[in-house]
T-cell receptor, first 117, second 112 residues
């Protein structure tokens, strides 16, 4: 199984709402990632978890709060978002989390299309 | 600025033709990877080339890497309509962890 799943596929929320994006993988990968992608732009890294610990936070605003409950799950909690946060949010996982960068391929989920009204 | 940067071109080719796209980067890398993305969905990993490799093949894909010029190319031979997608190169810097730095992407349209 080389699949990374993400739910929901689409999410529309108001600026006062609280919602969560979920990501799951069963490949035994120990690194998981959140990316944000605006239309016609490349993905931008937000967070990296390695062995269930947050290892990289790319200066993301606190209205985005990641959580890694276990090695298979990654959540992104959203609160008080702005319309400019509307984007495709991609989750990815990789086997070693950077310990062997020559072969550490990242596998991406299909993304959650987020619209903030 | 981003690690990997493709020439900002959109390609429109006929089915059966070859498609070539380029990528340049700025710093020392561990590896360079190419990804495909269809219609704003998830990225699909295509191929990884290590910094000590110069050429790699995978099916209809051929990737070259020139570390002296800090550039890479992706060739898709005998293109198919299903190859229509955005293609991104991404680099992993030699100094850090597995942080992928994506380039701007190339939109490829294959006309049946």
């Amino acid at each position: 199984d080389t699949e990374v799943t993400q739910t929901p596929k689409h999410l529309v929320m108001g600026m006062t709402n609280k919602k969560s994006l979920k990501c799951e993988q069963h490949m035994g990968h120990r690194a998981m990632y959140w990316y944000k992608q605006k239309a016609k732009k490349p993905p931008e890294l937000m967070f990296v978890y390695s062995y269930e610990k947050l290892s990289i936070n790319e200066s993301v605003p606190s209205r985005f709060s990641p959580e890694c409950p276990n090695s298979s799950l990654l959540n992104l909690h959203l609160h008080a978002l702005q319309p400019e946060d509307s984007a495709l949010y991609l989750c990815a996982s990789s086997q070693e989390g950077g310990r062997d960068p020559h072969t550490d391929t990242q596998y991406f989920g299909p993304g959650t299309r987020l619209t903030v009204l | 600025s981003q690690q990997g940067e493709e020439d900002p071109q959109a390609l429109s080719i006929q089915e059966g033709e070859n498609a070539t796209m380029n990528c340049s980067y700025k710093t020392s890398i561990n590896n360079l990877q190419w990804y495909r993305q269809n219609s704003g969905r998830g990225l699909v990993h295509l191929i990884l080339i290590r910094s000590n490799e110069r050429e790699k093949h995978s099916g209809r894909l051929r990737v070259t890497l020139d570390t002296s010029k800090k550039s890479s190319s992706l060739l898709i031979t005998a293109s198919r309509a299903a190859d229509t997608a955005s293609y991104f190169c991404a680099t992993v810097a030699s100094y850090g962890n597995n942080r992928l730095a994506f380039g701007k992407g190339n939109q490829v349209v294959v006309i049946p």
